[in-house]
């Protein structure tokens, strides 16, 4: 994919995220074929979206959010500032496609992990993480069939990004706790809706975020002091539609709530 092409598919999907339209998929002459691609157009319509990149998603990090939109494995997109906010957030659905919620914890980077040749261990990023949040992705996609344009377009489009609500900052104990047999149990309107592990994000949150810190070394990007990651779902994604109200509960991690209109 050259720049011109690059360029196109971006501003084919900022215009359907203006219109409020769903695209079948991206015009074939500047489709991304490959991984490389998705980032490249990402990185184009972050830049022309005008806001400060935020952090950081990983989407897919489980079997069930894998399922969910149709892909193998783990993708990354940039978190834009204005659409990270705090507990207690009010989500118009209006057309949202995707009308799920999904439980996730989310680390705040303390320092830089510049780019290098040899990857980082999960060692090595975690004494990099400041802060730990618990937090709730509204997700949502510019595609018509979100499971079925494959990883690449995916990624062009903000791996299914749209809102972050995120709890304050765990205890400063909070890296004394088994994170991958942590339960998470999440509430519909009062009745549970799901319930999870750290488990179901790669295994575990921590080698999540040190795969994206290895991921965006091999595309020329790297974590900052002060990006906020959200690792993936770690319980499977939750319907939900106008009306309903969740209240996610990380136990002595925090709680989210987010409701929707």
Known sequence: MNPVQAEKAADALISAARAGKRLDG???????ESLADGYAVQAIVARKSGRRIAGWKIAATSVAGQRHIGVDGPIAARLLSEHVVGSGLGYAMGNNAMRCAEAEFAFRMAQ????????????????AVGHLHPAVEIPDSRYADFAKVGAAQL?????CGLWLATGPAAADDWRKLDLVSHEVVAYRNGAEAGRGTGRNVLGDPRVALAWLANELNAQGEQLRSGDLVTTGACVPP?????????HVDFGVLGVVDVHFY
Do not use: F, H, S
């Open 155 to 159: 990624i062009a489009d903000a791996a």
């Open 238 to 246: 939750m319907d939900v539609n106008a009306g309903d109200a969740m």
């Open 26 to 32: 991206l015009p074939a002459e500047c489709r991304p």
């Open 112 to 127: 830089d992990l510049a780019p290098r040749k040899t990857p980082y261990t999960v060692d090595e990023v975690m004494a």
